[in-house]
């Protein structure tokens, strides 16, 4: 099994910044993707970043490009996510998630944040 702990969240100001953090343990294995999704109210959960095992390839939904960064310290099974410019829309419980891919295919998700930005 793999835990998931997140942190970060919080309320802020439209136009301010957050950093959202996602720490990993349990069985994690080299061969993985890390990432955030995120759901608003009423609003299916959407995919926000994803980042994989190397730090190489990273993919954002077209509403964060240029404004969200995500990353990874694999030293300490950490994946963050930088959020600036944020906008009212970015409101939502963000989840953080991950991919085992060495053996069996496996997703595992935190527990969730909740981002509040009051325009």
């Known amino acids: 099994q793999v835990q998931l702990v997140e942190s970060g969240g919080g309320s802020v100001q439209a136009g301010g910044s957050l950093r959202l953090s996602c720490a990993a343990s349990g069985s994690i294995f080299s061969i993985n993707a890390m990432g955030w999704y995120r759901q608003a109210p009423g609003k299916q959960r959407e995919l926000v970043a994803i980042?994989?095992?190397?730090?190489?390839?990273?993919n954002y939904a077209n509403s964060v490009k240029g404004r969200f960064t995500i990353s990874r310290d694999n030293a300490k099974n950490t994946v963050y996510l930088q959020m600036n410019s944020l906008r009212a829309e970015d409101t939502a419980v963000y989840y953080c998630?991950?991919?085992?891919?060495?053996?069996?295919?496996?997703?595992?998700w935190g527990q969730g944040t909740q981002v509040t930005v009051s325009s």
């Open positions: 998630f991950r991919r085992e891919l060495q053996f069996k295919k496996s997703d595992y």
């Open positions: 980042i994989t095992d190397d730090g190489g390839i990273t």
